[in-house]
């Protein structure tokens, strides 16, 4: 009888454990690109002298989360990040509702929300929160190196689609635009305030 029951609880254990384990896995690893891209915007930043804020947690105005990770304040823009880890590839048009994430290792492929309105969306909300005007604010989805981004009409000068390893690019070429600085004084406000409501979550 013992023995029945060491077997049973073995079993029970083996099946919680093919359970959990990918979900577990899933998490640990994109925690590990979480804290890449937090390490990547900080030298970023800190190489060219703008201000950021990483691990963050906003609300907007009618307190729904805004789902940004990180903000750069540019000399010229400020750039709202927020990572996306596909476990395979991704691809549709930047006017579609959805895209496909055709799933690794044949695993099938979901509909996923566009991303690309997303970002437009979190450019009008967080613009209104900082009371700044949209046109100076950047949007970028940060996507893991390994997921091919086949979407025909993303990247069109406002919003971006792009892998870590294109954000340094990405950011050096938009700060090379013939536009006027930010106000300085403007920003530190805005850099304060959201630093200030952060440390309050």
């Known amino acids: 009888m013992g023995l029945l029951f060491a077997l049973i609880l073995l079993l029970v ?29 900080k030298t970023i930043s800190t190489k060219n002298g703008y201000k950021f804020l990483t691990d963050l947690s906003l609300s907007s105005f009618n307190k729904l989360e805004l789902g940004i990770d990180h903000i750069i304040f540019g000399k010229k823009y400020i750039y709202i990040l927020t990572n996306y880890m596909f476990d395979g590839d ?15 290792h ?17 450019r009008g909300v967080f613009s209104s929160k900082i009371a700044a005007n949209p046109e100076l604010i950047i949007p970028v989805a940060i996507v893991n190196n390994n997921c091919e981004i086949r979407v025909e009409g993303i990247n069109n000068n406002s919003t971006f689609v792009i892998h870590y390893s294109s954000l340094k690019k990405l950011i050096k ?14 920003v530190e406000i805005q850099y304060q305030n959201i630093k200030n409501e952060n440390e309050e979550k």
């Open 90 to 104: 991704i691809k549709g048009a930047s006017d579609n509702n959805s895209w496909i994430l055709k799933k690794s």
């Open 106 to 122: 044949n695993q099938g492929s979901e509909y996923i929300d566009n991303i690309s309105l997303q970002l437009s969306e979190k």
């Open 13 to 41: 254990l083996a099946v919680v454990f093919f359970i959990t384990y990918p979900i577990l896995s899933r998490k640990i690893i994109t925690k590990k690109y979480d804290v890449f891209c937090a390490k990547k915007i």
């Open 173 to 186: 070429k938009l700060e090379s635009r013939d536009v006027a600085n930010l106000d300085e004084e403007q």
